[in-house]
């Protein structure tokens, strides 16, 4: 919800985060969101120690067929094959944040058609 957003951002930066909020976004529009998010990171780490980052998720997450979880993007078709972003792609760009650290919050619900002992855990504890 709106007013939990908002919660969260202001006590992220009572607490001297320079927080940003994305809602209601399509996949393109999340991946856009967070490549900029690392590539502003890299910028201020350039310029300042910065000592973590956090990235927050509330939305809609599955997994494939291997167990691996996606977000959906408010343009993610019933079938999940259209509008759903990769972990990996998540993964791809906080591996460009160095010496900091990073702190990732998924708050979804996931959807699975995939057998509980197949769900891919270990991508999320494999995360840079």
């Keep these: 919800p709106r007013q939990d957003q908002m919660i969260i951002k202001c006590a992220l930066e009572a607490n001297g985060f320079d927080a940003s909020l994305g ?15 690392a590539e502003k990171a890299i910028g201020m780490k350039a310029g300042a120690q910065v000592e973590a980052v956090l ?5 809609h997450g599955v ?3 291997n167990g691996n979880l996606q977000l959906c993007g408010v343009d993610a078709s019933s079938d999940c094959k259209q509008g759903i972003l990769q972990l990996k792609y ?3 760009q906080f591996q460009k944040i160095k010496d900091s650290l990073k702190i990732v ?10 057998p509980p002992s197949r ?10």
């Design 119 to 128: 769900i891919n855990s270990r991508e999320l504890l494999d995360f840079p």
């Design 23 to 37: 809602r209601n976004l399509d996949a393109q529009r999340m991946k856009d969101v967070i490549k900029n998010f």
């Design 90 to 92: 998540i993964q791809e």
């Design 63 to 65: 997994s494939d067929s």
């Design 55 to 59: 990235f927050y998720f509330a939305g």
């Design 105 to 114: 919050v998924f708050d979804c619900c996931r959807n699975s058609t995939t």
